[in-house]
């Protein structure tokens, strides 16, 4: 029903800068929360940052804050992640997930990762040092 895909990812060096995108398809009548997530080699994958459906209120892990920047533009059915300062251990396949539950707040939104019912495949950010 719906389909993400993500894109913008790639190499860059530590304290660049890098914005992804993540586009939604498929024919929907609302926005949904939604949210990005990380997995490095090894780790389990953690989250990162989510907006609300009206874009009025986000959300960010500690690890994040102050550095990275979640919008969207539902006109367009593209959610971002603008990403600055990166640190190598920002490395990890980035993924953007969409809650499809009905909010009506235009303020609410989830870091649960199984609040998430549609996931993009990823995209891989590699921040050297």
């Not at 986000?58 to 640190?87: C, E, P, W």
């Amino acid at each position: 029903q719906v389909q993400l895909v993500e894109s913008g990812g790639g190499l860059v060096q530590a304290g660049g800068s890098l914005r992804l995108s993540c586009a939604a398809s498929g024919r929907t009548y609302r926005s949904y929360v939604m949210g990005w997530f990380r997995q490095a080699p090894g780790k389990e994958r953690e989250f990162v940052a989510a907006i609300s459906w009206s874009g009025d209120s986000t959300g960010y892990a500690d690890s994040v804050k102050g550095r990275f920047t979640i919008s969207r533009d539902n006109a367009k059915n593209t959610v971002y992640l603008q990403m600055n300062s990166l640190k190598p251990e920002d490395t990890a396949v980035y993924y953007c997930a969409a809650d499809s539950a009905t909010y009506y707040s235009r303020t609410y939104f989830t870091a649960n990762q199984g609040d998430y019912d549609y996931w993009g495949q990823g995209t891989q950010v590699t921040v050297s040092s």
